[in-house]
């Protein structure tokens, strides 16, 4: 007897590949590392869906995983961040009101004089979390309060504070004197002087003495930076009519996916650096698609190569994404009628320099019209003659019938 068809809600599924767009590279023979990995599931979708380059990173505003995730989610960069901090904020759960400034605050290494280290030797999360602590307990007033996340990176909040103040990223200036990028213009004075104190009462904690007994860098100081203020975005739910996850890592991609107003869960084996999970990342996103209509991947690992320097371990990078993440992705929304599936590389991040750039980005989409790309890199992309000026409008290719 026949039984009338389960209709399945068509999935929509993108997968980021952090910094993976690159340009040639000597030891590739000439190729650039997406041209050089083998990429069979990647290539598929860009020779049998759409594919070309967009610009991910609005002409006037600093490449980053911050900006390019904003865009990717269908958020124009230029009206809706406002900060780095504020999303980390969000990815801590830190309420922020609309008159309150989140900032960036690093454990950092410093004699005084010379930023040594802007991540305290990568200062552990048990080992920060009591300094953190004792920060809170002796700088936090009524309007200055400190919360601990990972690692060396942390949130203050300002209430009622200011964001027009210049600051300096700290990994920006290693081994550079600090004075002549302290923050500069309205609150410098308070932002100064907690920065200090904390130097005061950093530097001869237990911890510090233990971590310079076994020839550690000292988390001696906080570096504050990357201010601003809530971002407010229209739920993507509402914008797209579908609910969604995002599954990543890093805090400020988790972050981003937070004031979309999705879900945004932690997945176990999921680092955020070269050794990462991949499988426990599709798996993760395969369970989130049983709940979920929308799910953004996001992998930092070819970033986090190209930061290294190392042209081969961004080639293993992506070919461990394709294998892991892409292949079991695109395999389970074949069996989903009208789904669509999306990879890109958030944003150049280059080799020769270790670091990011504003370049558009190459992306494909599969379920649609072929472009006939060779396949998934940037001179393919470039040839179709396909181009996003607004990035943010990438999004539409997911959702448009
Ligand atoms: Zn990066």
Known sequence: MDRPP??????????????????????????????????????AIARDGICGLAKTVPDEMEPGSDVATLAILGYDPRRYHT???????????????????AFRCNLVTCDGSVLLDYSAGEVSTDEAHVLIGMIEQKLSTRSVQFYSGISYRHIMVWRDGSA???TTPPHDIMGR????????????????QLMFDSLEILDSHDINRRRRDEGKPPANMIWLWGQGRACILPPFAVERGVTGAVVAAVDLVRGVGECAG????????????LETDFGAKAEAALALLERYDFVLIHVEAPD??????????????????????????AEHLRAVPESRLMILADHYTKISTRTHAREPVPFAVSGHPRDE?????????????????????????????
């Open 6 to 43: 389960v209709r399945l809600r068509p999935k929509r599924v993108v997968v980021v590949m952090d910094g993976a767009a690159d340009e040639p590279q000597e030891e590739l023979g000439g190729l650039t590392p997406l041209q050089a990995a083998q990429l069979p599931h990647a290539d």
């Open 83 to 101: 900060g780095r901090a504020p999303l980390e904020a969000a990815s801590l759960k830190v309420p922020l009101g609309r008159e309150d400034v």
């Open 164 to 166: 027009e103040v210049q």
């Open 177 to 192: 004197p600090i004075e002549p990028y302290l923050p500069h213009g309205d609150g410098e004075d308070m932002l100064r």
């Open 262 to 273: 999705l879900s945004a869960p932690k997945v176990e084996g999921a680092t955020g650096n």
């Open 304 to 329: 986090e190569a190209s930061h290294q320097g190392s042209p081969e371990r961004k080639v293993w990078a992506a070919e461990q994404i394709d294998k892991h993440i892409v292949g079991p992705v």
């Open 373 to 401: 790309a060779e396949g998934f890199d940037e001179q393919s992309a470039a040839q179709t003659g396909r181009f996003l000026e607004e990035g943010w409008r990438l999004v539409e290719l997911l959702f448009a019938g």
